[in-house]
């Protein structure tokens, strides 16, 4: 019952170091999210896919990219690693049946990633 | 554009008292979803319920009850009888159901409420 797992839990990174998060579900969800949650403040959209092969911007792109090569993985990288990144990190899915355009399934989402960058 | 507002910051309450998690809501999108999530210390984000917006119906699960009122464009959370591991940041979310276009199905989180319920 693994549901969306991201790895690692826990990093430090230090200014200028690159890295990346990685995400990956066996829900065969369609949709897929990064979001980032800072202290006191709601979750952010860095980026989203609705399918393999298709990636695209939310809310906080700047510093991140993503990939979507299968609809199980969604790793986000983040090159140069700023102090602005310090955060914590959750990747998310969801599903649609029938037409991808109606996105009627609850996100499900991992335990998060905290990420220092000193 | 959407938004979500939980005007409340922080609650705390002592247990066994019923408590009240506001949330307001704005939204162009005709059909939508509503959502409320909880984080409890350990960090991990849990669904609580998911309210399509032609259903005003209040629902009740166990000592949890949601009042939805589209007039008002609100979502209010309601927990009777609170215990402490109710204590958790409780968040409400907005997504549009159509995802095509700009709208992506982004779902729309509030700042949460940090409820803090004492023995």
């Known amino acids: 019952n693994a549901g969306v797992t991201q790895t690692p839990k826990f990093r430090i990174l230090k200014i200028g170091q690159s890295m990346t998060l990685q995400c990956t579900q066996d829900m065969n969800h369609n949709y897929m999210y990064w979001y980032r949650q800072d202290p006191g403040m709601g979750l952010k959209l860095i980026y989203y896919?609705?399918?393999?092969?298709?990636?695209d911007k939310g809310e906080v792109p700047n510093g991140y990219n993503v990939s979507r090569s299968t609809t199980e993985d969604f790793p986000l990288r983040l090159e140069l690693a700023a102090p602005s990144q310090t955060s914590v990190y959750f990747c998310?899915?969801?599903?649609?049946?029938?037409?991808?355009?109606?996105?009627?399934?609850?996100?499900?989402f991992g335990e998060g990633s905290r990420l220092t960058v000193l | 554009a959407q938004k979500v507002t939980q005007a409340q910051t922080e609650i705390s309450v002592v247990e066994k008292e019923d408590v009240t998690l506001d949330c307001v809501y704005e939204?162009?999108?005709?059909?939508?979803?509503l959502f409320w999530y909880k984080q409890p210390p350990s960090g991990e984000l849990v669904f609580l319920i998911r309210?399509?917006?032609?259903?005003?119906q209040n629902e009740i699960s166990g000592r949890y009850s949601w009042n939805f009122q589209k007039s008002t464009s609100s979502f209010n959370f309601t927990i009777t009888a609170s215990q402490v591991v109710d204590s958790a940041v409780y968040f409400c979310a907005l997504r549009p159901r159509w995802a095509g276009g700009t709208s992506y199905g982004k779902l729309t989180f509030g700042q949460g409420t940090i409820l803090t319920v004492h023995p």
């Open positions: 896919s609705v399918g393999a092969g298709i990636t």
């Open positions: 939204t162009r999108d005709t059909t939508y979803y």
């Open positions: 998310a899915s969801s599903y649609s049946s029938g037409d991808p355009t109606w996105n009627t399934g609850e996100l499900f």
């Open positions: 309210r399509n917006s032609f259903d005003e």
